[in-house]
């Protein structure tokens, strides 16, 4: 369609308004854009990790839309008493910690990841992106600007694939995604799933080479794969830098 962004038929079959009334319409968040808002929520109650798992637990409770594995397992860990409540999951939606951060500043971004996401990569790829993305909405960076600032303080753990992304940000992004997952075999998720570091690097590269907030936005969603999650990180990042258009703004349903 020519405008990808505002289709009417669902692209992804676990997103089925039918099958979650009131939920996933045209313009709606999709359910990790509706976890940005549950959790923006939570940590405006919260004061520590213990009061943030509680608050979260309880949008959890009462939230009918699709709850993936990384919910599910946070809220099991709740329920059983858990001391470290984060589910072990690398995904995406340690990326929009960043911009919860920068909402509810009260909070630290290590404390916010790690009480949803208990995981390694998920930690150092959340807190790379909210070091990124304070650049730009904070000091008033471009996007090139602000990932110059911070690239030499990547971790040890994703930065070789930060490198082969910087330097193959002359293709396109699906391209450079299918290159670095063709690099390791063991890389079994694939390029363009919402695993970590590669959705990751995703953000960056589409971030780092768009001209406008649409261009970036239809970017990603001509990857394909995991467009859902991404598509936080890369329109806070492009938000922020380049404004949101308000006939897009005017069909947003929150």
Not at 121 to 129: K, L, P, Q
Request: charged share 20%; net charge negative; hydrophobic share 35%.
């Amino acid at each position: 369609p020519a405008s990808p962004e505002f289709n009417a038929v669902a692209s992804c079959p676990f997103y089925d308004s039918s099958k979650f009334p009131g939920h996933y319409e045209v313009g709606q968040p999709s359910p990790y854009g509706e976890q940005l808002l549950g959790y923006i929520e939570a940590a405006k109650q919260s004061n520590d990790a213990g009061s943030l798992a509680v608050a979260f637990k309880k949008w959890g409770d009462s939230y009918t839309g699709r709850i993936d594995h990384a919910l599910k397992e946070f809220m099991s860990n709740v329920e059983g008493g858990k001391t470290n409540t984060g589910a072990d999951d690398s995904q995406a939606q340690c990326l929009y910690k960043a911009i919860v951060a920068l909402a509810v500043p009260t909070l630290d971004i290590e404390t916010l990841i790690s009480t949803h996401q208990d995981n390694e990569i998920a930690m150092v790829c959340g807190t790379f992106f909210y070091e990124f993305l304070k650049g730009i909405v904070l000091d008033g960076k471009s996007p090139s600007e602000s990932y110059e600032v911070i690239k030499g303080s990547a971790s040890t753990i994703f930065k070789d694939s930060l490198d082969f992304m910087e330097q193959n940000l002359d293709i396109p992004t699906k391209k450079m995604l299918n290159k670095w997952a063709d690099l390791d075999p063991t890389r079994g998720f694939g390029g363009i799933s919402c695993q970590n570091p590669q959705a990751l690097l995703r953000t960056l590269h589409i971030v780092l080479r768009s001209k406008s907030y649409e261009d970036g936005i239809r970017q990603n969603l001509m990857v394909g794969g995991d467009n859902c999650s991404t598509a936080i990180a890369v329109g806070a990042a492009l938000g922020a830098a380049y404004g949101v258009p308000p006939s897009w703004e005017n069909q947003a349903k929150f």
